[in-house]
């Protein structure tokens, strides 16, 4: 079975800085996908950023980019310029194809942006 | 707007009783499943639909069934609500070319 590790519990970081959340997995698959969901106060999972594992190109979106390295399995998330919007509950998650139903999420990291 | 509807949004049952939570999405995709959040475990899988027809369990399906009435809508049947059922909800459905999850807005259930 799949498991999706994030070490830390906890983060806080300074507003306009730069914070990365951690995230590690453990699969005998080549072919993968992976994710990371934000989740604010308001409780709705919103999905932040996808990675297909066979695309060596790290995924960007706006601000937050990943460090995606296949070989120690680890998938990694940077916000930059952190916003006051950016304080919530941060989940990795991996999907094996071709069904959605192998999806394995992380115990999440709850980020505090402070003004 | 397009997505999954997920109801109730908040539910306070007595033990023994029993209640739906009903879900809908409107993307045409195959595949939905129901998940419970659990503070410091992350989401773990009830139950899902991998298409139209089929229902299968997923990591903690006791106390639990599912029908999934039409390709659009899964509900999630607790027949004899437990205080171990208290938790946080997902309904959530998706493709399968890999895009990852949508959600519904989750149902915060109370069992007193």
């Known amino acids: 079975a799949q498991t999706v590790t994030q070490s830390q519990p906890e983060m806080s970081v300074q507003e306009a800085e730069t914070v990365t959340l951690s995230c590690t997995y453990d699969?005998?698959?080549?072919?993968?996908?992976l994710f990371w969901y934000k989740q604010p106060p308001s409780r709705q999972m919103i999905l932040v950023i996808r990675?297909?594992?066979?695309?060596?190109q790290n995924a960007t979106e706006n601000r937050f980019s990943v460090n995606f390295q296949k070989a120690a399995k680890s998938f990694s998330l940077k916000i930059s310029d952190s916003q006051l919007g950016d304080t919530a509950m941060y989940f990795c998650?991996?999907?094996?194809?071709?069904?959605?139903?192998?999806?394995?999420f992380g115990t999440g990291t709850s980020l505090t942006v402070i003004p | 707007n397009a997505g999954v509807t997920q109801t109730p949004k908040f539910q306070v049952l007595k033990t023994g009783q029993s209640m739906t939570l009903q879900c809908a999405q409107d993307?045409?995709?195959?595949?939905m499943y129901w998940y419970r959040q659990d503070p410091g475990m992350g989401l773990r899988l009830i139950y899902y639909?991998?298409?139209?027809?089929?229902?299968d369990k997923g990591e903690v399906p006791n106390g639990y069934n599912v029908s999934r009435l039409n390709k659009r809508e899964f509900s999630l049947r607790l027949e004899s609500a437990a205080p171990s059922q208290t938790s946080v909800y997902f309904c959530?459905?998706?493709?399968?070319?890999?895009?990852?999850?949508?959600f519904g807005s989750g149902t915060r259930l109370t069992v007193v």
């Open positions: 699969t005998s698959e080549n072919n993968y996908y």
């Open positions: 639909s991998a298409s139209e027809g089929t229902t």
């Open positions: 998650a991996f999907m094996k194809p071709p069904t959605g139903n192998q999806f394995y």
């Open positions: 959530a459905s998706s493709s399968i070319r890999g895009h990852g999850y949508t």
């Open positions: 993307m045409n995709h195959n595949s």
């Open positions: 990675q297909e594992a066979y695309k060596q």
